[in-house]
């Protein structure tokens, strides 16, 4: 064992202690020689394998299939909408441009390495638009969060995908060997998006330290507020430094405005005014989205709040599968991920059955369930279901 996986399986389990106790779980293995030949086919190894159902039909009483705050908007974020709804017919402006500000005050850079979007997502396949429009590749972990990449290969860039390490972190040495002539991106997905494990801060602020030098480097932090400092995990410094790093955050996860659709990147000026050349982010955001997301960054109490609900259910659903044997994967987002024994289709079924909706992806061929960290009672009713249904 290496020094530096030694010391990176060191930080993740001191991480989950600090975030409230939980064990590391058994290593689950995603099959390392059928992803090493993943690894030569831009397909890579992860599928969406979740059948279509309406997530508003009566029988569904606990929706934990799509990574939402189920408590919110909170309530200063509902009234700054309502009272924008009457400015409804102006162009949202001169609220971008308040918020923007806020945004760089927080992050410790001036309004100029700002653009907001609606949502991170959009800013992701934004971004890609922009650098993927002559061809070239991008690199990234595999399993990973897919929007950016589905983006490159649906305009004509190529996909190299590089395996997680055996503790699920991205693997920072071989994705800076992959870079090559062609590259034009790195993306990083900390914490990853769908397993919910994290990369060490100090090795993730040193590989972007270097490998920016030649190649821009994206890091998608949609789930970073979930930790217990996000403050001593982003990479939001590093850009402030001059470093040609590009951080994605957004207000769908811990301030539960998913469907009111705004998030923001910081990166280099020079990068923020290539991106806007090309598409223009805040035309795409509404008063009444940023009104809410204007009020959300004020609500201190709300965004804490979240934290420790979150935090209450994911440790309350860790204890469940451990009691049930299903040997999870150690998280600090607001979702768990398993895999399952059974037949895909038939446990999604039978969870529908009693009223729970679910994400299930294959990974190396296998099937794997994640579920979103919903209130109290319904991840009681999620374990409750899964109890009945586990053999």
């Not at 064990?23 to 969406?48: E, M, W, Y």
Request: hydrophobic share 40%.
């Amino acid at each position: 064992m290496t020094k530096t996986m030694t010391n990176r399986r060191t930080w993740i389990k001191s991480s989950l202690l600090a975030a409230g106790g939980l064990a590391l779980a058994p290593s689950l293995s995603l099959g390392k020689n059928k992803v090493a030949a993943a690894t030569a086919s831009p397909q890579g190894i992860l599928r969406d394998i979740t059948l279509p159902w309406d997530d508003t039909a009566p029988a569904m009483q606990a929706r934990l299939s799509a990574n939402e705050n189920p408590y919110g908007p909170s309530e200063s974020v509902r009234k700054a909408v309502a009272d924008a709804v009457g400015f409804g017919n102006r162009y949202g402006h001169e609220d971008a441009a308040r918020l923007i500000d806020m945004i760089a005050e927080k992050e410790g850079v001036t309004r100029d390495y700002i653009m907001l979007g609606p949502g991170s997502t959009d800013l992701l396949e934004k971004t890609a638009i922009s650098l993927f429009l002559k061809g070239g590749n991008i690199v990234s972990a595999d399993p990973s969060y897919m929007s950016m990449m589905n983006t490159t290969r649906a305009i004509g860039g190529t996909w190299k995908p590089v395996p997680l390490t055996a503790d699920y972190a991205h693997d920072l040495d071989a994705m800076a060997a992959a870079v090559d002539s062609e590259t034009r991106l790195i993306y990083v997905c900390n914490p990853n998006n769908p397993l919910g494990s994290i990369t060490s801060a100090a090795a993730l602020k040193q590989f972007c330290s270097t490998v920016s030098a030649k190649v821009p480097v994206f890091i998608d932090e949609a789930y970073l507020e979930f930790l217990p400092d996000p403050a001593a995990n982003t990479m939001v410094g590093l850009v402030a430094q001059g470093k040609d790093v590009i951080v994605a955050r957004t207000f769908s996860k811990i301030h539960s405005m998913a469907g009111l659709r705004i998030g923001y990147i910081v990166a280099q000026p020079e990068r923020i005014k290539s991106l806007n050349s090309i598409v223009r982010g805040t035309m795409g955001l509404c008063v009444t989205s940023l009104s809410g997301a204007i009020a959300s960054m004020q609500d201190k109490a709300f965004q804490e709040n979240s934290r420790k609900l979150n935090l209450e259910c994911r440790e309350y659903l860790c204890n469940e599968l451990k009691t049930l044997g299903y040997p999870y994967i150690p998280s600090l987002t607001n979702f768990v991920i398993f895999p399952i024994k059974s037949d895909a289709q038939a446990f999604q079924g039978k969870l529908r059955e009693g009223g729970v909706s679910v994400r299930m992806f294959e990974i190396d061929e296998k099937p794997w369930c994640r579920v979103s960290m919903g209130t109290m009672p319904e991840m009681e009713l999620f374990t409750n279901v899964l109890k009945k249904i586990t053999v």
